[in-house]
């Protein structure tokens, strides 16, 4: 069973029209990419690849609570507890709970047990998955993609958030989006998702144009 460490906080801000969105920051990872820099120890979302600040602590800066989201929610291995906190420590964020895997299982047990962390406190808490390590050049587009899927969120869909392509990448699952969703202006459904295609069905993917990622 996972362990949670809850540490003391100030209370979030609400965001307008309902609840704040609630960060849940996933910080697996073995350390086996980018090595020798990433290491089992210290993977890399916890360097500093792309700015001052680590990959984790560019994660939570772009859903501040000055943005209306409460504070973060992290899923981590039991050896990263420390550098977790320290590195929030150093950007002044108060984690809502740190949250500890026995043993890495992968992305669907994490998001699980985070869900089931929020629910038993209130089962109407809004969640928002994000990886420790992606890097987003626009963190205000990004922020408005989140206010646009949270209507549909409350309303009870589960959205994810697509990119327009720019080269035929095997390695990336396509989105097709489909219908509007009513409550949501901007949000659709999706009509077919298809998990790392071979490349002469991204090659026709790109050039159709109608396929995210």
Known sequence: MAKTKMVERPAATAEAGGQAVVPVVLSGGSGTRLWPLSRAGYPKQFLPLVSDRTMIQ?????????????????????????????????????????????????????????????????PDTLMLVLPADHHIADPKGFRAAIATAAPAARAGHLMTF?????????????????????????????????????RETAERFLAEGRHLW
């Open 58 to 122: 560019e994660t939570v800066v772009r859903v501040g609570e000055a943005d209306g989201f409460a504070a973060p929610v992290f899923i981590c291995a039991d050896d990263h507890r420390f550098v977790v906190a320290e590195q929030m420590r150093q950007i002044g964020v108060f984690p809502d709970a740190i949250i500890l895997e026995p043993s890495a299982r992968n992305t669907a047990p994490a998001v699980a047990v985070a869900a089931r962390f929020l629910a038993d406190r209130d």
């Open 162 to 198: 697509g990119m327009q392509p720019t080269a035929p990448e095997t390695g990336y699952g396509y989105i097709l989006p489909g219908d509007a969703i009513p409550e949501a202006p901007g949000a659709r459904t999706v009509a077919r998702f298809v998990e790392k295609p071979p």
